[in-house]
């Protein structure tokens, strides 16, 4: 994702907040809008970024919303947004014991569920000719590319999904995913939409 100081970026999950440092650091006259989407992750993103952004944090605006809200009362806003969204990481998942005996295949159905509505809100969120990043940390094709697809037939944004070029993972049919053999920070699933200019 290539962002500029003439973007009107969201990050629609930015806790913990190392984005949004890292992104008022780099690009030090943007303004942009990171999300923590609970009470407490919201008081901690907003701590991190007054100790540790560039210029404090006057020029990011940090919300406490609900996910599903950008796409209601923020409709047509950004020209970039960032949706990484809560998934079942199957990585740390089966690394531990305790999540992995919770663990069933109606965890990752549910998730999409959530995963659809964030997605659907984070298109109405865009302005025409803008562009949302959808990722996950799960291999489970019902929180990826399913969830895409059922976004792309139910929002009324018309988004379109580009090619990602990328030299680790593999194509599918709406991103790329990362298998965590493949990286050290796999799994990654991404999907790049684009919202139609009027």
Known sequence: MELSSKDNFLDMFGYPGYLAVLVS????SMSFTTNGSTPSTHQKLRSRITEEAAGGGERIRVTGWDAVKFGVAEASTYSKVLLVAPSSDEKATFSDEKQLKKWTDKVTRQNAKKQLLNLISALSAT???GTVFYATR???PFENDEVVEKALKKSRTEPVAM???STIGRATKYGIQILPNEAPFGPLYVSK????SE
Request: zero cysteines; charged letters at 20%; aromatic letters at 0%.
């Open 138 to 140: 799960s291999m489970s």
């Open 25 to 28: 650091h780099m690009l030090k």
């Open 193 to 196: 939409l684009k919202i139609q």
């Open 163 to 165: 090619k990602i070029s």
């Open 127 to 129: 302005a025409p000719g």
